[in-house]
């Protein structure tokens, strides 16, 4: 078959590693009888200098007409100015939003290999695999009003943290049926005891798993997860939350697989075209020096082989040839090695072919 792949590198560090996926699934392509064909398009703050705007209508659209999209990273001090209205990060958000990529899904698994370099003792890591669904497309990130104004005679600023039922109740259902298929518990993570979102968030969340009886729902105070993230990781399945509480939850989880640069994410919605893209951001102060981690976008883009193209068997391949990769030692300076991207990457080509 003939797969579409819109590929946005962005800004800092997401050029970097989009490369380096993509040389992989060049490699991978070899071994199918499948064709991709790539299509390069801009988003975040080199889309601003280009276009004045973070994204542009005709890359939505291209985007909406690819099969899969794979997204490197956006923003960067260039664009970092307070007190302007177009961010790099607005980029992003349409793009979510216009793709209706409302579930984003984050696996979290320690690698035998990394537990050692963990601030973590080995005993609380082994076992930790477990499975972040964050909101995507509603939530504080989304919410109006959103704004400044001045009120008598101060800057006054505002986000909204609003859900309807429909949108807590399609994520929850797609933890659930993601649980089934894993160690059957969900814990939802929200601020009960705080926000009246989160109120509405626990009420379907005990609607949605009336229809999952051999799955079990705990609810968990944000708090307390962030602190059980780290005493008892391993306790955690399936994470499901809202927007923010999501983004924040798995930078800390990234830190128990060893860096930011190992998680990779997949975003879905009820068709096509799937959204993949590793969880860091653009890591300003490494750009340009060659030594990112692409492990986590290479990574995402075995996910888009899995969810968006059918094609587990490579998925596989992918995954297993990274893990194989750390097993034998190999490190970026993240990890605490000295490998470059190249260099990682290189390693990671040799094991596909073994
Ligand atoms: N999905 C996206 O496009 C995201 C964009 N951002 C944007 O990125 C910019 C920088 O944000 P930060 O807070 O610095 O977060 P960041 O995720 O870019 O970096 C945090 C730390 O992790 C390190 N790091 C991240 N990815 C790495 C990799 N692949 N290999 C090695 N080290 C890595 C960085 O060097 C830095 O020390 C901001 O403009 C922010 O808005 C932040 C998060 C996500
Ligand atoms: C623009 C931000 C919401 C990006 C981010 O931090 C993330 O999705 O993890
Ligand atoms: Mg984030």
Known sequence: MDFQITLLPGDGIGPEVIEKAVQILQIIEKFTDNRFHFSKELIGGCSIDANGTA???EVLNACRQSDAVLLGAVGGPKWDNP???????????????????????????VHPALMAASPLKEEKLSGVDMLVVRELTGGLYFG????????????????????????????????????????????????????????LWRKVAMEVSRDFPDVILEHMLVDTASMRLVTSPSSFDVIVTENMFGDI????????????????????????PGLYEPIHGSAPDIAGKGIANPIGM????????RFSLQMEKEALMIEQAVNRTIADGCRTADMGGSLSTEMMTEEIIRRIHE
């Open 55 to 57: 994204l542009t209508e």
């Open 83 to 109: 007190d302007s209205n177009i961010r790099p990060e607005q980029g992003l958000l349409a793009l979510r939003k216009g793709l209706k990529v409302y579930a984003n899904l984050r696996p979290v698994k």
């Open 144 to 199: 109006e009003p959103k704004g400044r104004s001045i009120i008598n005679g101060q800057e006054h600023a505002v986000d909204t943290l609003i859900y309807s039922e429909e949108e807590i109740r399609r994520i929850v259902k797609m933890s659930f049926e993601l649980a089934r298929n894993r160690r059957k518990k969900v814990t939802s993570v929200d601020k009960a005891n705080v926000l009246e979102s989160s109120r």
């Open 249 to 272: 939850l798995t930078d800390e989880a990234s830190v128990l697989t060893g860096s930011m640069g190992m998680l990779p994410s997949a975003s879905l919605g009820n068709g096509k």
């Open 298 to 305: 290479i990574l995402s883009a075995a996910l888009m082989l």
